[in-house]
C-alpha cells in the first residue's frame, strides 16, 4: 500500500549559533560553556530534564575526578577540573553529593539525581540556554555537506533548529547517524552489557558498611554468596556487584545487574527490539538482586526497592568516526597528547562477560585528543560524550560522568571559536581550546 507521510501541524523555526543534542552531562557543559562565549545556544533534550546516563540511567555517581593508586594510607587526589568541579560544587552545596568513596584502588561521589536535575536547570536559566525539553531529533537540516541544525519532533508539531555549529551530545551519535556521517559500534559490533540500577530504602547503612568494609565494590564474600545462589537456581548472571551509600538516609545505590538477551547476545540498545528487551530483562534482575540483597546482607533484611532508572544504562553503542581515535594502548599507557583537551584517571572499566574486566591505571592519567570528537566528514558537527571515537576499551575507560563533563566544556569552546572565526571544527585549532580551558581552570597537562 502506499501511504502519505502527513503531520498537518504547522512546523516552527528556531535559529541559535550552536545547537547542542542532548542534555546529558557532555551537553550541559557545551551548552553552558558556549553561552558563556556570548553565543546564542538551544539545548534540545529527549526527556524533561538533564541528566542523561546519570540521571536517567541512574548512574548516580560522579567517576573520574581522582587518580588510582595503591599507595598506603593514600587520600583523594583530584585531577580533573574546570566544569565538572564546578557542577559537583553545586551539587555540593545543595546536599545533592556525597564525600569520596571507595572504588576499588580509586574513589567516586554518589550524587542524588533529582538534585542533579535542579542543578542544571538553574545553570542553564542563569546562563540564559534556551532548553526545550520533550523533543527528539528525527532529520539532520542539510545545506549541502554542512549539518545546518535538526528537525525535532515536539507535542507541538516539527520545530526545525538552524544553527551554525551542531553539537551532538545524544550519547548514541544520533545526529552523525542521520547525516550519514562515519560511525561504526562498539568490537564489530560488540558493546558492552547495559545494566538496570536501583535504589534501595530500609537499609542499616552503619551495619552494612562495618560488615563489608568502605570499598562500594564488594569483596569476596557477597561474591560467593552470589555464586552459590546462582548454582541453587536463582536468576542472579552477575557475581561482582558494586553497592554505594547515598546522600539519602538509609539508602544504597545498587549497580548489579547484567542483562543479555534471551539467546545469550549483548544486546544493542540501537535496536528497538534489543532494547525493549533490555528495559523488561533488567527490571525482572532488579527485583532478584534486591531479594537477595535482603536474604544475604548485613543490615539489608528490611530494604526495598525505591527507584530503577528511568531507562536501562546504556555504556556504548554507536560512535563517531573521528579525525583522531583513542586507542586501547593510549590508555593503559597514560599518554599526553599534544592536542588534548581533557584528562581521564579513570580504569578501563568493561562490561562484558560474566563479570566486569578493571584495568588500572596508577597515579597517573591521560588525555583525550580534540579530533576524537569531530566527524572525519561533514560541516558544521562536532561531537562531546560517550559517542567520541574511541577503540571498545579504552571507551570503557573515556565514557564517564567527569570526562563527559571535560568534553563538553571543549567542545563549547570548540564550538565557540568556530562560530566567531566562521571556520569548520576541523580547522579549530586545538591549541586555541587548550588556553581556553585553562582560563576556565581546567587542567590539562
Not at 588534548?340 to 592519567?365: M, N, T
Not at 580534540?370 to 558544521?380: D, M, N, Q, R
Request: charged letters at 25%; glycine letters at 10%; a neutral charge.
Amino acid at each position: 500500500m502506499n501511504f502519505e507521510d502527513v503531520d498537518r501541524r504547522p512546523a516552527l523555526r528556531r535559529v541559535s549559533d550552536v545547537l547542542v543534542v542532548g542534555g546529558g552531562a557532555a551537553g550541559v557543559a557545551a551548552a553552558a560553556t558556549a553561552r558563556r562565549q556570548g553565543l546564542q545556544v538551544t539545548l534540545l533534550e529527549k526527556y524533561g530534564f538533564c541528566g542523561g546516563g546519570a540521571v536517567a540511567g541512574l548512574s548516580g555517581t560522579v567517576c573520574g575526578l581522582y587518580l588510582a593508586t595503591e599507595r598506603a594510607g593514600a587520600r583523594p587526589e583530584q585531577v580533573v577540573f574546570g566544569f565538572a568541579d564546578e557542577f559537583v560544587r553545586a551539587l555540593d552545596a545543595r546536599g545533592g553529593i556525597a564525600p569520596p568513596v571507595r572504588y576499588g584502588r580509586t574513589w567516586t561521589r554518589v550524587h542524588d539525581p533529582l538534585i542533579w536535575r535542579d542543578t542544571a536547570d538553574d545553570l542553564l536559566a542563569a546562563e540564559g540556554v534556551t532548553v526545550i525539553y520533550h523533543a527528539l531529533a528525527t532529520r539532520v537540516l542539510l545545506d549541502g555537506d554542512r549539518i545546518a541544525g535538526v528537525s525535532a519532533w515536539t507535542k507541538q508539531g516539527r520545530v526545525d533548529i538552524e544553527a551554525a555549529i551542531t553539537v551532538d551530545a545524544s550519547g548514541d551519535a544520533d545526529v552523525v547517524a542521520m547525516a550519514g556521517l562515519g560511525s561504526f559500534v562498539g568490537d564489530d559490533g560488540h558493546v558492552q552489557n547495559p545494566t538496570m540500577i536501583f535504589r534501595l530504602l530500609g537499609v542499616d547503612v552503619a551495619r552494612f558498611r562495618a560488615e563489608y568494609g568502605d570499598d562500594t565494590i564488594m569483596g569476596e564474600a557477597v561474591s560467593a554468596a552470589l555464586r552459590r545462589a546462582q548454582a541453587a537456581g536463582r536468576p542472579l548472571p552477575r557475581s561482582k556487584v558494586w553497592l554505594f551509600p547515598t546522600t539519602r538516609p538509609g539508602e544504597l545505590l545498587c549497580n548489579c545487574t547484567r542483562i543479555t538477551g534471551a539467546d545469550g547476545r549483548e544486546l544493542d540498545p540501537l535496536r528497538f527490539a534489543d532494547f525493549t528487551e533490555a528495559e523488561i530483562e533488567g527490571r525482572r534482575q532488579v527485583h532478584a538482586y534486591a531479594a537477595f540483597i535482603r536474604d544475604h546482607l548485613v543490615g539489608c533484611e528490611q530494604a526495598f526497592v525505591n527507584d530503577t532508572g528511568v531507562q536501562v544504562g546504556i555504556r556504548q553503542s554507536r560512535q563517531v568516526q573521528g579525525t583522531a581515535r583513542l586507542l586501547n594502548a593510549d590508555v593503559v599507557a597514560a599518554r599526553k597528547f599534544d592536542d588534548g583537551i581533557a584528562r581521564s584517571p579513570w580504569p578501563i572499566e568493561l562490561h562484558a562477560g560474566d563479570r566486569p574486566k578493571v584495568e588500572w591505571i596508577l597515579d597517573d592519567y591521560y588525555t583525550v585528543p580534540y579530533g576524537c570528537f569531530v566527524p572525519t566528514a561533514g560541516e558544521g558537527l562536532l561531537v562531546a560524550g560517550r559517542c567520541l571515537s574511541a577503540e571498545h576499551e579504552a571507551v570503557a575507560s573515556a565514557r564517564v560522568t567527569a570526562q563527559c563533563f571535560s568534553y563538553g566544556q571543549a567542545i563549547g569552546h570548540a564550538a565557540a571559536l568556530a562560530v566567531r572565526d566562521r571556520r569548520q571544527p576541523r580547522a579549530v585549532d586545538a591549541a586555541a581550546v587548550r588556553d581556553a580551558l585553562r582560563r576556565d581552570g581546567a587542567a590539562i597537562n
